[in-house]
């Protein structure tokens, strides 16, 4: 076979699998919006805990966080919040009800490749995750007046490490899960833990306890780090490398442990 025919022959492969990926993805998307009921609860209580806070905040400022408005402090938190919920609890939950009810094993057995299965189940996490992202932005822009990212390349990075490293760990957590029936509260009580110590619901002092304790985890630096974009404090850069760093170190320790503890068949005897 010739040059020319082989790179005709890896084109058409690599345009095979594209659709095979793509297939897959609508058939994830289709099943993830028929079901009402998870859909609007993945996606819908972002968007309440904003509107209700929001209307709460009104004109009330943080002193400590150089005379922010509240509401403003709110938005990228709550961004943050919908990439987190998607890519993090979501999809575990998903997961061990996959594993446990046999669909894994049986999906791995059919004539899908795993990676295009992997590939799809996570890119329709990230379109979900997106989906909040826009949701939150427009709600906070034209519901509330906050201010919009003032710088998008660091916005945009932040996102992508983050469904990254979240999704990963959303991975790494399905696998500690031992049934089903434990996946939405464990995962839950994990997660909402997390936020309340991150100061999701009200800002908290710099230098308290709390504050230094949530530091060790990445839900705090993750949320710092989608802040920083909106130029919200002079003295902030919008790339909060640090947090990043932070976020990254906690996806990658997540896709060791999600490789060597990850599997397809139901756990149950």
Same mark, same amino acid.
């Given at each position: 076979?010739?040059?020319?025919?082989?790179?005709?022959?890896?084109?058409?492969?690599?345009?095979?699998?594209?659709?095979?990926?793509?297939?897959? +993805?609508?058939?994830?998307?289709?099943?993830?919006?028929?079901?009402?009921?998870?859909?609007?609860?993945? +996606?819908?209580?972002? +968007?309440?805990?904003?509107?209700?806070?929001?209307?709460?905040?009104?004109?009330?400022?943080?002193?400590?966080?150089?005379?922010?408005?509240?509401?403003?402090?709110?938005?990228?938190?709550?961004?943050?919040?919908?990439?987190?919920?998607?890519?993090?609890?979501?999809?575990?939950?998903?997961?061990?009800?996959?594993?446990?009810?046999?669909?894994?094993?049986?999906?791995?057995?059919?004539?899908?490749?795993?990676?295009?299965?992997?590939?799809?189940?996570?890119?329709?996490?990230?379109?979900?995750?997106?989906?909040?992202?826009?949701?939150?932005?427009?709600?906070?822009?034209?519901?509330?007046?906050?201010?919009?990212?003032?710088?998008?390349?660091?916005?945009?990075?932040?996102?992508?490490?983050?469904?990254?490293?979240?999704?990963?760990?959303?991975?790494?957590?399905?696998? *500690?899960?031992?049934?089903?029936?434990? *996946?939405?509260?464990?995962?839950?009580?994990?997660?909402?833990?997390?936020?309340?110590?991150?100061?999701?619901?009200?800002?908290?002092?710099?230098?308290?306890?709390?504050?230094?304790?949530?530091?060790?985890?990445? +839900?705090?630096?993750?949320?710092?780090?989608?802040?920083?974009?909106?130029?919200?404090?002079?003295?902030?850069?919008?790339?909060?490398?640090?947090?990043?760093?932070?976020?990254?170190?906690?996806?990658? *320790?997540?896709?060791?442990?999600?490789?060597?503890?990850?599997?397809?068949?139901?756990?149950?005897?």
């Amino acid at each position: 076979m010739s040059q020319f025919e082989l790179q005709q022959s890896g084109r058409s492969r690599a345009k095979d699998d594209l659709r095979l990926v793509g297939h897959q +993805v609508k058939y994830e998307q289709l099943a993830f919006w028929l079901n009402r009921v998870g859909a609007i609860f993945t +996606v819908g209580f972002s +968007v309440v805990f904003l509107v209700m806070l929001g209307a709460d905040a009104g004109t009330s400022r943080i002193p400590y966080l150089g005379n922010m408005e509240l509401v403003q402090y709110y938005v990228p938190g709550f961004v943050a919040y919908g990439v987190m919920s998607a890519c993090f609890t979501t999809l575990a939950i998903n997961l061990v009800v996959r594993r446990e009810t046999g669909l894994l094993k049986r999906l791995r057995l059919s004539p899908l490749p795993t990676w295009a299965l992997l590939t799809s189940i996570f890119i329709s996490t990230t379109v979900v995750a997106l989906v909040q992202v826009v949701l939150l932005l427009a709600i906070g822009r034209n519901g509330y007046g906050v201010n919009l990212p003032r710088a998008w390349a660091p916005f945009v990075v932040v996102l992508l490490v983050g469904i990254v490293s979240f999704v990963a760990m959303g991975v790494a957590m399905s696998t *500690a899960i031992p049934n089903q029936e434990t *996946a939405g509260p464990v995962t839950s009580i994990v997660f909402f833990v997390l936020l309340f110590l991150s100061g999701l619901w009200f800002p908290l002092q710099p230098h308290s306890g709390l504050a230094k304790f949530s530091n060790y985890f990445p +839900v705090r630096h993750f949320i710092f780090a989608v802040e920083a974009p909106f130029e919200l404090r002079p003295d902030v850069s919008p790339w909060a490398w640090h947090d990043l760093l932070i976020v990254g170190i906690w996806g990658a *320790a997540a896709i060791i442990i999600a490789l060597r503890r990850f599997r397809w068949a139901p756990r149950r005897a």
